[in-house]
């Protein structure tokens, strides 16, 4: 039986909902900080134990030497050659700052680089299917750590976000900063990034022409969102 009996409120005539939906929320995403936290510790010191120790003098050679001019003060590109964009470069640079020029920062920062993308690897999974199968993503993208990284982390984020656009159209903060992220791309290689940038812009018009049924209304539509998306990565590219 449905009581008939109304609820009681305070002598002040105003009532308050209780706070018990707001503290679980609360503690639920306490609980989901710090198993992403973990599982980017635990992925880090995983990949920074099994790490090779030794010294590459083609590639870790070259990053290395010009990790060191860029933190002495010298501009990638203009007083040395580099062949691919600033952004690792600079990082390295920062880190060095920070804990001194040493092949163990370089390792350590290369470490939590790949961990935090193994994690979107474990997020990305989790929300389309379930728990086991992202752990299952998560462990893989380990096993095949030399994917891993930075650019790898802005390459497929940004093209998560835009996959909604097949089903929904998206806020404008949404599609700029992921021209955003795949501008960071670019920082870090110029042709993934520029190639980056033109796929995301063709599959914003391909999901633009899918769920409308004018084509006048879907170019309009497709043509806004592109431009807000370059706007994002313009941001990031046109000063280099």
Known sequence: MISSEQ??????????????????ADRRA??????????????ALYLFLTSDRSLDV??????????MRAAAGQVVHRDFYY???????YLSAAMSKLFGPSLLSISIQGAIEQ????LLFFLCARRLSNTRIALVALITSLLWSETLGLMT?????????????????????????????????????YDLGQTLAGIHTIVIFIAG????????????????????????????????
């Open 153 to 189: 982390l802005f390459t497929l984020w940004p093209t998560w976000l835009l996959m909604e656009l097949f089903q929904r159209d998206i806020r404008a903060r949404r599609l700029y900063v992921s021209g955003l992220m795949a501008g960071v791309t670019t920082l870090y290689r």
């Open 7 to 24: 609820p009681k409120t305070p002598s002040n005539g105003s009532s308050s909902p209780p706070s018990f939906p707001v503290a679980g």
């Open 209 to 240: 022409g899918l769920r409308e049924r004018s084509m006048k209304a879907g170019f309009k539509r497709s043509l806004r969102a592109a431009g807000i998306y370059l706007a994002g990565w313009a941001t990031i590219v046109v000063p280099l």
């Open 115 to 118: 961990a935090l993308t193994a």
């Open 83 to 89: 062949n691919y964009g600033p952004g690792g470069i």
């Open 30 to 43: 306490k609980s989901r900080f710090w198993v992403y936290f973990l599982l980017v510790i635990g992925s």
């Open 58 to 67: 083609y590639d870790q050679g070259i990053a290395l030497t010009a990790t």
